[in-house]
């Protein structure tokens, strides 16, 4: 990052005297004596290499080369104040009341849904409401600002932004480990049910990858991918699922990871909005949140 400019402290003087047009009345205003204005406009002129000003009596006039820089201030101060009131709409009462949010059901259940109450919690909003969907079809957009999603883009009429890839491993229960027989992982892995939410296609796409056969098994295939991590908790099987999902629970020690292959999913975690709304503070502000959390949870793992 390039270093700040040395004069940014003296630009509220010179922007008070080229808008006032004396030095006194600019010292009036910021509450400053002439000799001090004066001295921070000659240190201004000395930074820059630009005359400023010339004289006109008891009155000063901006040269040629002052009303250029005057301008550029304006519109640089212009944009400071307007991100300032931006950030205080996050953080000082004009945020709305309300914020409804759509996650999938597993995100939200693992950690989402209670990183979005803190930040309502922290922004004040009094009425908050979290819905469900999984695909950004699924979202509806008529009583939701904001999306996190397991799709894949483009997404019409939507700016949206990446969460994570999403990286597949097989967990299970420490009860369930003794069935496994690890003696014989490199060729199978039988006598346990598979837990899924596609059509299978995925522990096919395991199996090749960690070289493990996974015939003699019982394939339950579940609603969402809630139910298969709670399945594997409960001691029910093995499930595929994502880091994301079951950081909580490996980190506890209610789940394991018996076997080291990792496989890409087919569809990563986006979160979305109207394209009209991407600039919202509040919204981005809660992105910003969402990906801090999901770092901070991957950093712990590691």
């Known amino acids: 990052m390039s270093r700040l400019p040395p004069y940014l402290q003296y630009l509220p003087a010179f922007e008070a005297t080229a808008r006032l047009g004396r030095v ?23 930074a820059t290499g ?40 996050i953080t000082a009462g004009d945020q709305p009341a309300s914020l409804s949010v759509s996650v999938p059901t597993a995100l939200g259940i693992a950690w989402l849904t209670a990183t979005i109450v803190d930040f309502a919690e922290a922004h004040g909003i009094s ?53 496994l027989d690890l003696r ?6 039988s006598s346990v049910a598979l837990l899924h939410e596609d059509d299978g296609g995925e522990w096919a796409k395991w199996s090749v990858a960690a070289r493990i056969g996974l015939e003699g098994n019982t394939r339950v295939r ?4 809630a139910h298969a991590i709670a399945s594997a908790v409960q ?29 890409n999913a087919a569809r990563e975690y986006y979160i979305i909005c109207h394209v009209d709304r991407a600039s919202d ?16 949870g991957r950093d712990q793992n590691v």
Do not use: M
């Open 222 to 225: 579940v609603n969402t991918v």
């Open 50 to 89: 630009i005359v400023l000003f010339q004289k006109s009596g008891r009155n000063v006039a901006l040269t040629r080369a002052g009303k250029d820089f005057s301008q550029a201030v304006a519109i640089a101060l212009g944009q400071l104040n307007t991100a300032t009131r931006d950030s205080r709409k």
């Open 184 to 189: 014989n992982r490199d060729r199978k892995l």
């Open 281 to 296: 503070p509040l919204l981005r502000a809660l992105a910003d949140r969402v990906v801090e959390q999901l770092r901070t």
């Open 235 to 263: 001691g029910r099987g093995v499930a595929l699922v994502s880091d994301v999902l079951t950081r909580n629970y490996l980190s506890e020690g209610r789940l394991i990871q018996p076997f080291s292959t990792t496989i």
């Open 127 to 179: 009425n908050l409401t979290i819905n469900e969907a999984i695909t950004a079809a699924e979202v509806d957009w008529e009583n939701n600002d904001l999306a996190v999603v397991y799709d894949n883009p483009p997404f019409a009429g939507k700016y949206w932004r990446s969460l994570s890839e999403v990286r597949l491993c097989a967990v299970c229960s420490p009860t369930l480990f003794p069935r």
């Open 24 to 46: 006194r009345h600019a010292a009036e205003e910021l509450n400053l004596s002439p000799s001090a204005i004066s001295l921070q406009l000659k240190k201004l002129s000395d």
